[in-house]
């Protein structure tokens, strides 16, 4: 099994930063993509930021410039780093692993709890 657990949201002001962070522990054997997602009540995750193994980054077009993530390999850990936070930023953020795990030869995903950002105007 594989455990994600995110920490680091919060409430803060519009313009104002939040750094989210996600460890991935467990029967691991690779991590070959992690990644956050965001999700308000009644629509389907949202992909923002992804990090391949490779340390390829891809953003979507409503964070390019705003958001970084970045990725610790020996930690399986990865963060988000979320700067002049806009009101619809607000969400839960999701974090995403791909994962092959030393029972299997097949990766799959996994994913965290959630943790809670609102970004007030």
């Known amino acids: 099994q594989v455990q994600l657990v995110e920490s680091g949201g919060g409430t803060v002001q519009a313009g104002g930063s939040l750094r989210l962070s996600c460890a991935a522990s467990?029967?691991?054997?690779?991590?070959?993509?992690m990644g956050w997602y965001r999700q308000n009540p009644g629509n389907e995750p949202e992909p923002l930021a992804s990090?391949?193994?490779?340390?390829?980054?891809d953003y979507a077009d409503s964070v390019k410039g705003r958001f970084t993530i970045s990725r610790d390999s020996a930690k399986n850990t990865v963060y988000l780093q979320m700067n002049n936070l806009r009101p619809d930023d607000t969400g839960v953020y999701l974090c995403?692993?791909?994962?092959?795990?030393?029972?299997?030869?097949?990766?799959?995903?996994?994913w965290g709890q959630g943790t809670a950002v609102t970004v007030s105007s």
């Open positions: 990090v391949l193994g490779a340390g390829l980054t």
């Open positions: 467990g029967r691991i054997s690779s991590v070959l993509k």
């Open positions: 995403n692993a791909v994962v092959r795990t030393l029972d299997s030869f097949y990766q799959r995903d996994y």
